[in-house]
């Protein structure tokens, strides 16, 4: 260790030492917890008993500050713009190079601002146009899952992300790809895998282990230059010439807005994919796609299962969103794609999903360069983890509501008079307080990032670009889902062990089995 590091611990370790939280058990520090299931729960007695900043060395060299008060949470992700090293090391050992999952803000906003219009434009369009395609499709492998043995939320949920995601990205051509179930299987084992092998400072080249993944990441990578090609050959991508031996895209127009749809919702010439691909960037051949492929698929299948599981496990909320679907879509002459807009009842179960099961136990961010100083007066040194832990934040009674452990979508609701959705909740389940009955008229529904205590998809700079496509792509795929299958638990599983809360922490282990009936539509 030269000096210049020594300085920095000794610098760590002195102001680390002025936040408060327990003692250190050991030289190891708290490390043990990241290897467990119990770091939220930990975190809760912890802020129950030091306060809403809580720090635990992890080590003698590292530092983790969580943060539990809204209002600093909300200054600390607007100041800290950074990600944890290991995050950007994860996609690169699975990826290779890719300029939007990097840990350092400067490196990845331009590349984030330009990706965010192509999401909340022309990708948001033909997401909400392709969901009845996709449940056609997956609903047919799963009728042949059904007839060999049973279906649980998890595997759908998984098979339908993957569906939606895949021909958001690559139109239709994805769907009838033959090597679409091993490009998802394949997927799936990276994901489980990625931290773990980032986890070594040197890659573990003495472990067969090791090897294996490396083999399935460069199998995968094959994969993902084969749908690409394919895609742009099935559309006549005119406009781009393609180096097949990089990946890397040379674009013939200059913008992406020029980009058309042909009438099965697929772009002609997709300068998204063009954009992902690393543009005019040899060094990314498909890290950019296989990132947005990794993070969407385990994001966008954590919230469908969740949302699943709520309606096997509360028929009246499905029997609602049905209703609501039928009411709209008979009443309007509006496309598919607007209709979804005035499913509020819908929208705002989608959102209370996220809100009780957001996609991990931790929004991670850390300042690199300079120590952060917030206005509580307190100063986290730099090189600290910064953690928010978002299913405490997002179940505080202080923040909710009396009734935050229960599944309420009308807390995002409100009648068309106004009014505070927090006086106007009508509790689905279980909820001691009386409200107001907002049933009996219009509904609005409000904005959710309001609320700083929501942040299911992270908030500052570093927030998710992709929310507004998630939300709306699965909002409209559930609206096609719902009005042709009424979605029931397995005949003989309602003994099965339900959700429970434990500190406000949802479990909802073991997954749902599931049935779907055909409706009479």
Same mark, same amino acid.
């Given at each position: 260790?030269?000096?210049?590091?020594?300085?920095?611990?000794?610098?760590?370790?002195?102001?680390?030492?002025?936040?408060?939280?327990?003692?250190?058990?050991?030289?190891?520090?708290?490390?043990?917890?990241?290897?467990?299931?119990?770091?939220?729960?930990?975190?809760?007695?912890?802020?129950?008993?030091?306060?809403?900043?809580?720090?635990?060395?992890?080590?003698?060299?590292?530092?983790?500050?969580?943060?539990?008060?809204?209002?600093?949470?909300?200054?600390?992700?607007?100041?800290?713009?950074?990600?944890?090293?290991?995050?950007?090391?994860?996609?690169?050992?699975?990826?290779?190079?890719?300029?939007?999952?990097?840990?350092?803000?400067?490196?990845?906003?331009?590349?984030?601002?330009?990706?965010?219009?192509?999401?909340?434009?022309?990708?948001?369009?033909?997401?909400?146009?392709?969901?009845?395609?996709?449940?056609?499709?997956?609903?047919?492998?799963?009728?042949?899952?059904?007839?060999?043995?049973?279906?649980?939320?998890?595997?759908?949920?998984?098979?339908?992300?993957?569906?939606?995601?895949?021909?958001?990205?690559?139109?239709?051509?994805?769907?009838?790809?033959?090597?679409?179930?091993?490009?998802?299987?394949?997927?799936?084992?990276?994901?489980?895998?990625?931290?773990?092998?980032?986890?070594?400072?040197?890659?573990?080249?003495?472990?067969?282990?090791?090897?294996?993944?490396?083999?399935?990441?460069?199998?995968?990578?094959?994969?993902?230059?084969?749908?690409?090609?394919?895609?742009?050959?099935?559309?006549?991508?005119?406009?781009?010439?393609?180096?097949?031996?990089?990946?890397?895209?040379?674009?013939?127009?200059?913008?992406?807005?020029?980009?058309?749809?042909?009438?099965?919702?697929?772009?002609?010439?997709?300068?998204?994919?063009?954009?992902?691909?690393?543009?005019?960037?040899?060094?990314?051949?498909?890290?950019?796609?296989?990132?947005?492929?990794?993070?969407?698929?385990?994001?966008?299948?954590?919230?469908?299962?969740?949302?699943?599981?709520?309606?096997?496990?509360?028929?009246?909320?499905?029997?609602?969103?049905?209703?609501?679907?039928?009411?709209?879509?008979?009443?309007?002459?509006?496309?598919?794609?607007?209709?979804?807009?005035?499913?509020?009842?819908?929208?705002?179960?989608?959102?209370?999903?996220?809100?009780?099961?957001?996609?991990?136990?931790?929004?991670?961010?850390?300042?690199? @360069? %300079?120590?952060?100083?917030?206005?509580?007066?307190? *100063?986290?040194? /730099?090189?600290?983890?910064?953690?928010?832990? !978002?299913? #405490?934040?997002?179940?505080?009674?202080?923040?909710?509501?009396?009734?935050?452990?229960?599944?309420?979508?009308?807390?995002?609701?409100?009648?068309?008079?106004?009014?505070?959705?927090?006086?106007?909740?009508?509790?689905?389940?279980?909820?001691?307080?009386?409200?107001?009955?907002?049933?009996?008229?219009?509904?609005?529904?409000?904005?959710?990032?309001?609320?700083?205590?929501?942040?299911?998809?992270?908030?500052?700079?570093?927030?998710?670009? @992709? %929310?507004?496509?998630?939300?709306?792509?699965?909002? *409209?795929?559930? /609206?096609?889902?719902?009005?042709?299958?009424? !979605?029931? #638990?397995?005949?003989?599983?309602?003994?099965?062990?339900?959700?429970?809360?434990?500190?406000?922490?949802?479990?909802?282990?073991?997954?749902?089995?599931?049935?779907?009936?055909?409706?009479?539509?």
């Amino acid at each position: 260790m030269d000096f210049t590091h020594l300085i920095k611990l000794v610098k760590l370790w002195a102001k680390g030492s002025k936040l408060p939280g327990p003692p250190c058990p050991s030289f190891y520090g708290h490390s043990r917890l990241f290897s467990s299931e119990n770091i939220t729960d930990f975190l809760s007695k912890s802020h129950e008993k030091y306060g809403s900043i809580v720090r635990l060395w992890l080590g003698p060299t590292q530092l983790l500050v969580s943060i539990k008060d809204p209002a600093v949470i909300k200054e600390m992700l607007v100041k800290a713009e950074d990600k944890l090293p290991s995050t950007g090391r994860a996609f690169r050992l699975a990826f290779g190079r890719s300029s939007l999952f990097a840990s350092s803000f400067e490196k990845v906003q331009k590349r984030r601002e330009s990706l965010a219009v192509q999401m909340n434009g022309k990708l948001l369009e033909r997401a909400n146009a392709i969901p009845s395609k996709v449940v056609d499709c997956v609903m047919e492998r799963i009728d042949s899952i059904m007839a060999k043995g049973v279906v649980d939320c998890r595997s759908f949920s998984q098979h339908t992300a993957f569906s939606m995601l895949g021909s958001t990205l690559f139109g239709d051509a994805f769907l009838a790809w033959s090597n679409a179930a091993v490009y998802e299987e394949l997927l799936m084992k990276i994901a489980k895998e990625a931290c773990y092998w980032a986890s070594y400072s040197i890659p573990p080249f003495w472990k067969r282990g090791f090897w294996r993944y490396k083999c399935l990441c460069t199998r995968l990578r094959c994969l993902t230059q084969d749908i690409i090609q394919q895609c742009r050959q099935n559309h006549k991508f005119s406009q781009l010439n393609q180096n097949s031996c990089n990946g890397a895209t040379k674009i013939g127009r200059e913008t992406a807005t020029d980009a058309v749809f042909s009438s099965g919702g697929v772009m002609e010439d997709d300068l998204f994919l063009a954009e992902l691909d690393g543009r005019l960037n040899k060094n990314e051949p498909c890290g950019n796609t296989m990132g947005v492929m990794f993070h969407g698929c385990l994001t966008t299948a954590g919230l469908i299962g969740n949302i699943l599981t709520r309606l096997v496990m509360h028929p009246e909320i499905q029997d609602k969103i049905y209703s609501e679907i039928m009411m709209v879509r008979k009443r309007s002459t509006k496309s598919e794609v607007q209709n979804i807009y005035e499913m509020n009842f819908l929208l705002a179960t989608v959102y209370e999903s996220a809100r009780h099961l957001p996609a991990g136990p931790l929004l991670q961010r850390c300042s690199q @360069g %300079q120590d952060l100083n917030l206005k509580t007066g307190i *100063t986290v040194p /730099a090189g600290s983890i910064l953690v928010v832990p !978002i299913q #405490l934040v997002q179940m505080d009674g202080s923040s909710w509501g009396n009734d935050a452990s229960e599944f309420n979508p009308h807390r995002f609701l409100s009648k068309a008079d106004g009014g505070s959705y927090l006086e106007q909740m009508v509790p689905i389940a279980g909820a001691t307080r009386e409200v107001v009955d907002c049933t009996d008229g219009p509904l609005v529904l409000n904005d959710p990032n309001v609320n700083d205590s929501f942040l299911p998809f992270g908030s500052g700079k570093r927030a998710c670009i @992709g %929310q507004k496509f998630a939300i709306l792509g699965i909002a *409209t795929l559930f /609206a096609s889902l719902v009005q042709h299958y009424e !979605i029931r #638990l397995q005949p003989g599983s309602e003994d099965d062990p339900k959700p429970t809360m434990n500190n406000c922490v949802l479990q909802l282990l073991p997954s749902p089995k599931i049935v779907f009936v055909k409706r009479n539509c």
